[in-house]
């Protein structure tokens, strides 16, 4: 279970994060939507710990993320983000990009690690390019070798940050299609998106924020067919 | 007006011995190399250290190595320390020069591999669960070689073509200076430099090729 409590974030005199309070329970979805600038992906970095939080706490199956005592690489290993710019590894295969972090972080052998990465790479659809250097591949396909890269890690959580804005409008939906195939596997996820519709669609919870404050969150339909906030009445009426 | 008779007979005829000197020339280049690379990761690191003398030290060596003619470096390690009561060998004080000379470009070579690698791929590594040390090794390192690389193999061939000023301080085993005393001897000049400097270019010609040949292997991607 992640719990975020009263988690304030600010870079320089920004205050970003205004006091964020928000339960994710194994096996939800929950995705978070929001103007530009309203602090979404600062919420996702503060999570694993890329980032520090300024006042309050956020704790990951009870071991609290930025404690001075807590392992961070240890911990990463349980929570996968994905970026909306995929990052691959420009100078390694597409396998080898996979099984990196299951050899050296977890240790694992070449074998077990090849097997676990082929494993990821077939469930994205990619089992055809094993061999194939990154920058050869469509940003969609890219992108989900970025999600198989930290599905191999055996995660218990993942954090997605808009991982479809970056690319073609023709790409979205095969990339969605593995968000989804991932949340009906059980998968607790935090999706940050800009997809309306696959919010509605796969979340358990939908989480509306504004301007550092989670100004409204609940199931799909309040959120998308009965906003309460004006706000959020407002941020919806201008994507649609 | 133009009465000079060329005689290459007599300048062939010293061919291996100028051989024997470009072999003395590739080894000092060689070596140069090495020991600038060493010096190089070295003042690298200095720089990345935080510490204020160690980055000094680092950069007032890569501003005297790319801002002052390679022949004042050599002279350096040779008078210049000998002054000091460090009294190199010329074939020492060059192997000085030029690696001081390549360290400062090769440095400055990888601080900008270093810049064009972006900061999120540092990110990717440590939000899979690598420490820093550990991105740094498997994603950022590898992909900096592939941008010093060429620059580095250009540095090479300068190497090679700054031993020649070993002369100015009394080299004489190395292409150049054993042109020069044949030279001196015999007063064959156009016809014993224009040969050393056949051979100096399919040495650097060579490198170069070996250079690509080897980069092809190791860059895939
Ligand atoms: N490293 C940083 N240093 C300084 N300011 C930052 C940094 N990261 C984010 N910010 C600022 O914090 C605010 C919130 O940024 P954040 O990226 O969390 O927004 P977002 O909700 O993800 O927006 P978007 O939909 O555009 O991705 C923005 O004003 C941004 O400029
Ligand atoms: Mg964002």
Redesign the pocket.
């Known amino acids: 279970m992640i719990e975020i409590e009263n988690a304030h974030k600010s870079?320089?005199n920004?205050e970003?994060l205004k006091g964020i309070n928000l339960n994710v329970e194994k096996g939800e979805v929950v995705t978070i939507i929001?103007?530009?600038?309203?602090?979404?992906?600062?919420?996702l970095t503060c999570i694993n710990g890329l980032?520090p939080i300024n006042a309050g706490r956020i704790r990951i199956d009870g071991t609290e993320v930025h404690a001075k005592t807590t392992d961070l690489n240890k911990l990463r290993q349980r929570v996968g983000i994905v970026f909306?710019q995929w990052n691959a590894f420009p100078h390694l295969t597409v396998l080898e990009n996979v099984m990196l972090a299951p050899r050296k972080v977890l240790g694992l052998s070449r074998d077990k690690a090849e097997e676990i990465a082929v494993k990821q790479l077939t469930h994205v659809g990619l089992h055809e390019k094993l061999s194939v250097y990154p920058n050869r591949m469509s940003g969609g396909q890219q992108q989900r070798m970025a999600i198989a890269r930290a599905l191999a890690m055996s995660p218990e959580y993942m954090l997605f940050?808009?991982v479809t804005?970056a690319l073609d409008p023709m790409l979205v939906g095969e990339v969605l299609d593995t968000l989804k195939m991932l949340a009906e596997e059980g998968m607790t996820m935090i999706c940050?998106t800009?997809e309306m519709a696959f919010a509605r669609d796969v979340s358990d919870r939908v989480a509306f924020?504004h301007q550092?404050v989670m100004a409204e969150i609940g199931a799909p339909d309040e959120i998308f067919g009965s906003p309460r906030k004006p706000e959020t009445q407002e941020f919806l009426g201008s994507v649609r | 007006m133009f009465n000079y008779t060329f005689h290459w007979n007599q300048a062939l005829r010293a061919l291996p011995q100028m051989l024997d000197g470009a072999l003395v020339t590739l080894q000092v280049a060689v070596l140069s190399m090495v020991i600038g690379l060493a010096c190089a990761i070295a003042l690298t690191g200095f720089r990345l250290s935080g510490s204020r003398i160690l980055s000094g030290i680092a950069a007032v060596w890569v501003e005297v190595a790319r801002n002052t003619p390679a022949l004042f470096q050599i002279y350096m390690a040779h008078f210049g320390l000998g002054n000091f009561g460090i009294h190199l060998s010329p074939y020492a004080a060059l192997l000085a020069g030029i690696a001081f000379n390549n360290a400062g470009y090769l440095a400055e070579n990888f601080r900008g591999a270093l810049k064009a690698i972006p900061e999120t791929q540092t990110r990717a590594g440590r939000s899979l669960g690598m420490n820093s040390l550990q991105a740094f090794r498997f994603i950022v390192l590898p992909q900096m070689l592939r941008v010093a690389y060429l620059p580095a193999t250009n540095q090479m061939v300068w190497a090679i073509l700054m031993t020649s000023l070993g002369v100015t301080v009394g080299m004489n085993t190395d292409l150049a200076g054993v042109t020069q005393e044949l030279n001196a001897r015999s007063f064959r000049t156009f016809e014993f430099f224009a040969i050393a400097a056949v051979i100096y270019y399919f040495i650097a010609k060579a490198v170069t090729l070996a250079a690509r040949a080897l980069a092809w292997r190791m860059f895939r991607y």
């Open positions: 870079f320089g920004l970003v929001g103007g530009s600038g309203s602090g979404k992906s600062t919420l980032e909306q940050d808009e804005s940050v800009h924020f550092g």
